[in-house]
């Protein structure tokens, strides 16, 4: 079982529709990453929060919005998406952002955009 | 800045042998931490093994043990009696210790166990 807990599993969306990506932890964590990754590549960062405040925007296009409301919750909300952005959105949250602990991720949104 | 390479896209291996996936990094870095994640097709990241540079002693974790060798630089992972459940995609990953830092992923390696 996982302990970051991702929702939904799947979406399919077009592109002029509005949805969330919800993540939920009850470990504690106090970092919460965003993550986007296509297939057979490594995970590219998007957004990190710490302390329930952005730290990193990886030069996230402004059709994707996070947002940190408690420790435990993070959201990714979609609006306008293009069909490139396709692809697994994968959580993670850490202890700290300090490096020393590893991140925990979750199964993924399988997100589709036609 | 700092790089990790995963050299090899593909390997096989029968089951109940022995593997070892390859990695290497480049870092300027003193004190940082490297990583194993596998990820199997259910999508799930999942840390295999981790190593901080400072211990000389390579970490171990059941049948996932590591070859680390800072001079070289190098970090592989060796898989042993492997299992058809180690099916799955392996990243190396990097992180320097620090408040801003970020995690670097190598490009991953897929590992197939043949029956």
């Known amino acids: 079982d996982t302990e970051v807990t991702q929702t939904p599993k799947h979406l399919v969306m077009g592109m002029t529709n509005k949805k969330s990506l919800k993540c939920e932890q009850h470990?504690?964590?106090?970092?919460m990453y965003w993550y986007k990754q296509k297939a057979k590549k490594p995970p590219e960062l998007m957004f990190v929060?710490?302390?329930?405040?952005?730290?990193i925007n990886e030069s996230v296009p402004s059709r994707f919005s996070p947002e940190c409301p408690n420790s435990s919750l993070l959201n990714l909300h979609l609006h306008a998406l293009q069909p490139e952005d396709s692809a697994l959105y994968l959580c993670?949250?850490?202890?700290?952002?300090?490096?020393?602990?590893?991140?925990?991720f979750g199964n993924g949104t399988r997100l589709t955009v036609t | 800045a700092q790089t990790v390479t995963q050299s090899q896209p593909e390997m096989s291996v029968q089951e109940a042998e022995t593997v070892t996936l390859s990695c290497t990094y480049d870092?300027?870095?003193?004190?940082?931490?490297l990583f194993w994640y596998k990820q199997p097709p259910s999508r799930q990241m999942i840390l295999v093994i981790r190593?901080?540079?400072?211990?000389?002693q390579n970490a171990t974790e059941n049948r996932f043990s590591v070859n680390f060798q800072k001079a070289a630089k190098s970090f592989s992972l060796k898989i042993s009696d492997s299992q058809l459940g180690d099916t799955a995609m392996y990243f190396c990953?990097?992180?320097?210790?620090?408040?801003?830092?970020?995690?670097?992923f190598g490009k991953g390696i897929t590992l197939s166990v043949r029956p």
């Open positions: 993670a949250s850490s202890q700290d952002r300090g490096g020393v602990r590893p991140l925990h």
């Open positions: 470990m504690g964590h106090r970092a």
């Open positions: 929060y710490s302390y329930e405040k952005l730290s």
């Open positions: 870092t300027s870095e003193s004190n940082y931490y």
């Open positions: 190593q901080e540079a400072y211990k000389q």
């Open positions: 990953a990097f992180i320097k210790t620090g408040a801003n830092s970020k995690l670097t």
